[in-house]
């Protein structure tokens, strides 16, 4: 019976020689020590040995056991670093082959430029505020000194949500949010979309608002025009001109419109400023006193001044477009183009 162990292992031991491959190795890893192997199979009948026959049995049984498979592990072992190498030569890669081009995308031109127009106005020492897109009323036109009934709602065709609550029609709530909750000195931006049922080729329903305003004591119209001046010349160059033009909103007095020289024709006249030479960019004025008593502030002892540009309006005359429903359609043949 011991021979016959022994010519189980010496066969075990040829056939593992001769294995050619990693499937090889798991056939006869199966054959002789899987659950219903030949060797597995004798170690299952080592009850039926007689008792003085079982132990050299079991001793020469665990050994061959032992031998096939230390065998089966090397030539595994060996099978597989072969396999290793094979494929680290076939699947060589050839760092020369020119690499799939992946399109870089870019910040919108509306985001360009209202990053642009922040971040000059965070060089001149403004803190930036958000508000929400969906505003109470109150904020949007009562504590901006129009109530309920005033004309001047008029001014901006509101998407109302209900009686009480609207989608903001400009970014000046902010205005009154930020002066609720501080005290003076302020000098504050607020970016942010605005909505109004408004659509042609200078209005478009959803657009971008940025507003500016400082309260302290002692703020003048001159402070505004030093502020605004400095603005236009860092977007437009230093030859743009500004224009003040008397104006009215409830929220300001006095108030007014802002124009620069036209930065297509230079102040010549085209069709652009509609021959004019001039272009309007954004209203402002010293925040009306009523605003300041509203919001808790003492208007004897402060002023301030504010400001809302239209940031589409202002990215059409830097890039020279015509057509401002452009931006939000998102074609991508116009928006590579900055
Ligand atoms: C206002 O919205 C005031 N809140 C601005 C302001 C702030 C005045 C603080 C005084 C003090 P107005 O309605 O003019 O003002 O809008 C400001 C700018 O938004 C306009 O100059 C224009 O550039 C832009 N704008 C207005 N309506 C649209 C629209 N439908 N589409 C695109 N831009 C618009």
Redesign the pocket.
């Given at each position: 019976m011991l021979n016959e162990i022994l010519s189980i292992k010496n066969l075990a031991g040829e056939e593992i020689k001769k294995a050619c491959n990693l499937k090889d190795i798991q056939d006869i890893r199966i054959k002789y020590l899987g659950k219903k192997g030949v060797l597995t199979g004798r170690m299952k009948s080592l009850g039926s040995i007689s008792k003085e026959d079982r132990p050299e049995y079991g001793r020469t049984l665990n050994e061959s056991k032992n031998f096939i498979e230390d065998l089966l592990n090397r030539q595994e072992e060996q099978f597989r670093s072969t396999e290793l190498n094979q494929s680290i030569q076939t699947q060589r890669i050839d760092v020369t082959v020119p690499g799939c081009f992946v399109p870089f995308g870019h910040l919108h031109p509306v985001t360009q430029t209202l990053d642009e127009i922040t971040a000059i106005f965070i060089s001149l020492g403004f803190n930036v505020e958000e508000g929400p897109e969906i505003e109470l009323d109150f904020y949007n036109f009562e504590a901006l000194n129009m109530p309920r009934d005033h004309p001047a709602r008029d001014?901006?065709d509101t998407f109302y949500i209900n009686d009480d609550v609207v989608l903001r029609t400009?970014?000046?709530p902010v205005q009154v949010r930020v002066m609720e909750k501080n005290i003076p000195p302020l000098r504050v931006i607020a970016p942010g979309k605005v909505y109004?049922c408004?659509a042609d080729v200078?209005?478009?329903?959803m657009?971008h608002?940025l507003?500016g305003f400082m309260v302290d004591k002692d703020i003048r119209m001159t402070d505004l025009k030093g502020m605004l001046e400095l603005f236009v010349h860092s977007v437009f160059g230093i030859d743009t001109s500004l224009r003040f033009r008397p104006s009215f909103?409830p929220?300001?007095e006095p108030?007014a419109e802002i124009d620069i020289s036209c930065v297509i024709c230079k102040g010549t006249g085209c069709n652009v400023c509609k021959g004019t030479g001039w272009i309007?960019?954004?209203?402002?004025?010293m925040i009306n006193p009523r605003v300041l008593e509203m919001s808790g502030y003492d208007p004897d002892l402060y002023t301030g001044f504010?400001?809302?540009?239209?940031i589409?309006?202002v990215a059409m005359l830097k890039y020279g477009i015509d057509d401002?429903r452009l931006f939000p359609e998102n074609d991508k043949r116009f928006l590579e183009q900055f």
């Open positions: 001014m901006q400009h970014t000046s109004r408004d200078s209005h478009i329903p657009f608002q507003e909103f929220f300001t108030s309007e960019i954004l209203g402002a004025g504010a400001f809302g540009l239209g589409e309006r401002i």
